[in-house]
């Protein structure tokens, strides 16, 4: 079955800390692993996808497909980094659906 | 770059009635796209996924004599929520799948949802 697991709903972290938002996931076959973001009263829009390998805003994501996780990073947090990140798989051919986590809210404190 | 829309933004009706949600995509075309539900702080549940010129494809659990999905031409897909009833108020959001162009292979376009509230 396919899953994806964010296990923190909530990451407070201080600006200019390094930042890590946590995700895992099941899947049978070679999976395609999303980041979107969804800024306060803004749409959901991507930030990131694992076969780009493009760093966006100064978060990157690498594959790990050993233990299946693509972690979210950032080396320093700015306050604009505060939103609701979620980990997205999807099947990777065609016109399949994304099957999204629970999401982490990310808090950058001032 | 690709924008996805939907209308109405906020709807608000009674029980019983039927409200139609329209997702459009602006500058591309999409032959398929997805409707979402969000509940309050919790994740994106698909509900169906929408092909163009053909039947949905409903995810279990998801009735499709209550939530009718309608994708009549590449950039539009509708979904009329028929009969509402307050536990259908929801955060409804759809997607459009990009297939190239402006919208990127296989990179979802989300539209900025609805916020249907039954009283």
């Known amino acids: 079955a396919q899953r994806v697991t964010q296990p923190e709903k909530l990451l407070s972290v201080f600006k200019g800390a390094p930042v890590e938002l946590k995700c895992n996931y099941s899947?049978?076959?070679?999976?395609?692993l999303f980041w979107y973001v969804q800024y306060s009263r803004q749409r959901l829009q991507l930030l990131l996808r694992?076969?780009s390998r493009e760093s966006i805003k100064g978060f990157t994501a690498d594959l790990n497909k050993g233990e299946t996780s693509f972690h979210l990073k950032k080396p320093f947090a700015q306050e604009e980094d505060s939103a609701m990140y979620y980990c997205a798989l999807s099947g990777g051919s065609g016109n399949t659906p994304l099957v999204f986590g629970k999401g982490t809210r990310l808090s950058v404190i001032a | 770059g690709a924008v996805v829309s939907q209308h109405p933004s906020r709807v608000i009706c009674k029980s019983g009635t039927s409200v139609k949600i329209e997702c459009r995509s602006l500058?591309?075309?999409?032959?398929?796209m997805f409707w979402y539900r969000q509940f309050p702080k919790k994740s994106l549940m698909l509900m169906a996924t929408s092909n163009e010129g053909s039947k949905a494809t409903y995810e279990q659990g998801v009735e499709k004599d209550k939530f009718l999905i309608n994708h009549a031409s590449l950039t539009l897909s509708t979904l009329t929520v028929t009969s509402a009833h307050p536990e259908d108020s929801s955060f409804y959001i759809c997607?459009?799948?990009?297939?190239?162009?402006?919208?990127?292979?296989?990179?979802?376009?989300f539209g900025p949802g609805t916020r249907l509230t039954v009283l």
């Open positions: 899947y049978s076959g070679s999976p395609e």
């Open positions: 997607s459009a799948l990009g297939t190239g162009g402006l919208a990127s292979y296989n990179e979802q376009f």
């Open positions: 500058d591309f075309q999409a032959t398929t």
């Open positions: 694992h076969i």
